[in-house]
């Protein structure tokens, strides 16, 4: 069994059993201290969950160090640019498909014929007629993107076709899987693209520079693109205590 410790409004592990029993005996860890495994609904004391390894009776245990013998939890391998590129790639290539379709269902075979045949008189006039009429379509294609990452991100799979094709998660900044509505708005600068490809472009180069590798849309909505498909390791509970205590 994995136990995760809580102290100080932060988590740390996963321990094995005995490890932690040991620490509760020799007094590195205290029985008034949170923890948590898997199955667990919520955080509960040490000692309700490891009765039996209190300190002798009459002991008095030595105040337990910052974290002797406890490790905190390593930091999220957060996703790379290019690794979030490659995705980008992969999944425009499978949304190429739908987009495709709906486009020729929605005449732009014969809006492209009737641009060539006007830019042969004025083509500045044609190019202008040409984005107006398919301005429909644009916005088609663009909303159905939006409900494309929006349903995979928040699914149980946290990634996009393309994301899973590379190993990569979205969860938000505590590492759970996202809410429709945080899906949602993290997606919003999709629709953006409906009005300027210039917003969106620099949305996504901001996660070449940020600490974590959020792009702005990241920023804004608390997510992160994590290394690590979403089920192979399990995502402790937040450390909570009635009243007080909330990581």
Known sequence: MQVW???????FG?????????WMRDGTVRSDELGWYEGMTDWRPLGELFPGAQPATGSMPPTPPPF???QEAAAPDYATFWARVG??????????????????????????AEFLANAQHDQTAAFVAFSAATRPISFALVVLGFVYYVAFECSNWQATPGKMALGLR????EGRRLTPARAA?????RLVNVISTLVPFVCYLVTAFTQRKQGVHDLVAGTYVLVGRAGKVADPAPVRSPGSFDA
């Open 5 to 11: 410790i809580g102290r100080n409004g932060e988590r």
């Open 185 to 189: 708005a993290r997606n919003v600068v």
């Open 68 to 70: 002797l013998g406890i």
């Open 14 to 22: 996963p321990y094995t059993e005995d490890e932690v029993r040991q």
């Open 87 to 112: 995705a980008w790639i992969i999944d425009y290539v499978i949304l190429m498909v739908p987009f495709t379709v709906i486009a020729m269902a929605m005449g732009m075979n014969g809006l492209m």
């Open 170 to 173: 979205v969860t938000d900044v």
